[in-house]
């Protein structure tokens, strides 16, 4: 897994989000954006097909407690699929943009 | 005098007269107001079409010859937006061309003028008949249409609540877990099920016993619709009731498949008859009893071969005989089969039915999916009217190289832990997407066992996450002695391919998710979101009754 910064409110993840390691260090990535007074974060994920639950709780967390607005733009179908299984499409203002 | 049978049909309609002589219009007036409710007036065509779009009249009477517009004008204006109401035209002199005109407009009557009350009466009763008659027509069609409307709208509820009771009835209680045999493996129930309609003839039930037996019922009510499903039905809600409290001895089940099928017996008509299967796996004492009745064969995997079980016993009817038992032990079985009748008749594209390739496919599979699957790769499951259902009893953690980890409680313990299992995979062949999205139902079960077994945290997790403090206890966790996870990694083949089964024991006590959801569904609640990442990344994944181990399963390779 990847994780790109792209100014000061967005994140691209490449590669597949699968570990304990992977949750930690995005996690990590995500607050550092909020820690420099993000409001809104974009939230690209490229290639995974599923997001551990250690990363949606986080993610709750920033936009239930934090009150960030989050975009994230899925580009797995399966990704999106899970979300919306979850019924978290909404709360993290899911887009797909799976070909 | 009023006609009382005008004044029958006129009651509750309106009209419009459409006069310009002042002592005519007088005239008219008093004619029609004792008959209608509501009376308009208007002196020339063009008012009448204003009046006409205002009132919205049942009835318009009009002279023809009136100055700015006359009647025909007007009934020409009034037409192209409203075909229907009737209209009665006064005239002292009708010319052909204004007749045919006023015919192809629809004009129900003509009267000549000077106008007699008798004339104007006739015809009044015969429009206002005609209407009356069109809006009893209606009412009946809107009565049929409420009718159809509410028969549609029972029949849906009741075709719901059929299917809630089917689902309250016919149920697997080992969905999302299996029973632990000892400290090594155990056994799960893999379902599926395929119904052609509602209160399907195929029944089930699965229930384990406090004492760690399983207990098992499968029925095929031969037939179709709800004669065939009320048999299957009643008949498992028999065995759950009587399953509970079904004593841990030989007699105790003897009664319970005894009881069961003599309660089919009883609830049968003369010409019904009634297969079915009842069961019981003993995972302690490896062995299995069961009573078939005219179901198909078992199928068991025993040492990497398949053994046919037939039943001893025909399908059950109101004059069936005692039943008998059938009891096998369990050593070195890793596999039974159990399914209805709709499975194995089920016709090939290539001549003969599905039975011939069971075993094959059997051996072939690893879950109730897979072998489903490969029987829609020789049958057209479209052209089966028959229900199906197979439960597949797979032994959990079989394989032939064991390898036992563990590691500290604390997040780079779980951390580690993950990473070095997931080499070892690799090492062993396992690759590609399925290795990525076992990493990922790893991972989750690590953080499981991690935030359940030895952090503790159970039905506080989203508080924690949300109101803080989740982060801080995760990272200042210290290993500890005693509050190690444990991982057996197990791994087999299944004609040749790669079978990877991986169990977590957290030193927790046991958390139970299903109370732990909090009113919220398994996939929306905090605690279950874990689990149904888990089910989307593997072919199995179950817990064990207390909830202190979890188990995941993946097949590799085609």
């Known amino acids: 897994m990847e994780i790109r910064t792209v100014g000061s409110q967005e994140l691209v993840v490449t590669g597949i989000i699968k570990t304990i390691d992977d949750s930690m260090q995005l996690r990590g990535e995500l607050q550092k954006l909020h820690d420099g007074g993000a409001k809104s974060i974009t939230l690209r994920i490229e290639d995974s097909f599923a997001l551990p639950s250690a990363v949606i709780g986080y993610l709750m967390k920033l936009v239930n407690r934090e009150k960030v607005k989050l975009t994230l733009l899925a580009g797995d179908k399966r990704l999106c699929e899970l979300l919306d299984e979850l019924q978290l499409a909404n709360v993290f203002g899911v887009s797909c943009t799976a070909r | 005098m009023t006609n009382p049978l005008l004044k029958s049909y006129a009651t509750g309609l309106s009209v419009l007269y459409v006069e310009d002589d002042p002592i005519g219009s007088v005239l008219i007036e008093k004619m029609l107001e004792p008959l209608f409710d509501r009376v308009y007036a208007a002196r020339d065509g063009a008012e009448g079409v204003r009046q006409f779009h205002l009132q919205q009249p049942d009835i318009i009477v009009s002279d023809l010859m009136m100055p700015i517009m006359d009647g025909i004008g007007m009934l020409r204006e009034i037409r192209k937006s409203n075909q229907k109401t009737p209209v009665v035209l006064m005239t002292a002199s009708l010319e052909h061309v204004h007749l045919v005109e006023a015919i192809n407009l629809g004009v129900s009557k003509f009267l000549a003028k ?213 009891e096998l032990s369990l050593e070195g079985v890793t596999a039974i089969l159990l399914a209805t009748d709709g499975l194995g008749d089920a016709p090939m594209r290539t001549g003969g039915c599905y039975r011939d390739r069971l075993a094959d496919d059997l051996l072939a599979s690893a879950t109730a999916g897979e072998l489903f699957a490969r029987y829609g790769v020789y049958c057209d499951d479209a052209d089966n009217d ?77 508080r924690l996450i949300l109101e803080g403090g989740y982060d801080e206890l995760v990272m200042a966790a210290e290993a500890d002695t005693g509050n190690e996870i444990q991982l057996k990694l197990t791994l087999g083949s299944c004609q040749g391919r790669l079978q990877v089964w991986i169990e977590v024991i957290d030193p927790g006590s046991g958390f139970d998710a299903e109370a732990g959801l909090g009113g919220n569904s398994a996939a929306t609640a905090p605690s279950g979101r874990g689990f149904a990442i888990m089910k989307r990344s593997v072919d199995l994944v179950r817990r064990n009754q207390v909830g202190n181990r979890l188990v995941l399963m993946q097949m590799f390779g085609e």
Not at chain 2, 244 to 269: D, E, I, K, Q
Not at chain 2, 406 to 429: D, K, M, N
């Open chain 2, 114 to 326: 000077p106008l007699r009350a008798e004339a104007l009466q006739r015809a009044l009763l015969a429009v206002t008949r005609e209407l009356s008659l069109e809006r009893v027509a209606e009412q009946a069609r809107q009565q049929e249409v409420e009718l159809l409307t509410y028969r549609n709208r029972y029949h849906s509820q009741q075709v719901e609540l059929a299917r809630a009771k089917e689902r309250h009835i016919a149920g697997n209680l080992l969905e999302n877990r299996y029973m632990q045999a000892d400290e090594a493996g155990g056994w799960l129930v893999d379902l599926l099920q395929q119904p052609r309609d509602i209160m399907s003839g195929d029944s089930y039930s699965v229930i384990p016993t406090a004492d760690n037996r399983l207990l098992l019922f499968l029925a095929d009510a031969m037939g179709h619709g709800l004669s065939a499903s009320v048999t299957s039905m009643l008949t498992t809600a028999f065995f759950n009731h009587s399953a509970t409290g079904c004593a841990c001895n030989h007699l105790g089940f003897a009664h319970l498949a005894s009881s069961t099928m003599r309660f089919a017996m009883r609830n049968l008509l003369e010409d019904e008859v009634f297969s079915s299967l009842v069961l019981e796996l003993d995972p302690l004492q490896q062995v299995i009893r069961f009573a078939c009745c005219g179901m198909p064969a078992l199928l068991l995997v025993r040492n990497g071969q398949v053994e046919r079980l037939r039943g001893l016993n025909p399908p059950v009817s109101a004059f069936s005989p005692p039943i008998q038992l059938q």
């Open chain 2, 386 to 462: 028959d229900d199906i259902t197979l439960l597949r009893l797979t032994a959990i953690g079989v394989g032939q190289k064991q390898f036992s980890y563990s590691a500290p409680g604390t997040l780079a313990g779980v951390s580690s832990l993950q990473s070095y299992v997931s080499r070892q995979l690799e090492q062993e062949g396992a690759k590609g997407e399925k290795l990525d999205a076992l990493d990922l139902a790893l991972s989750e079960a690590l953080m499981n066992a991690f935030e359940h077994g030895c952090l503790k945290i159970g039905v506080d997790k989203q």
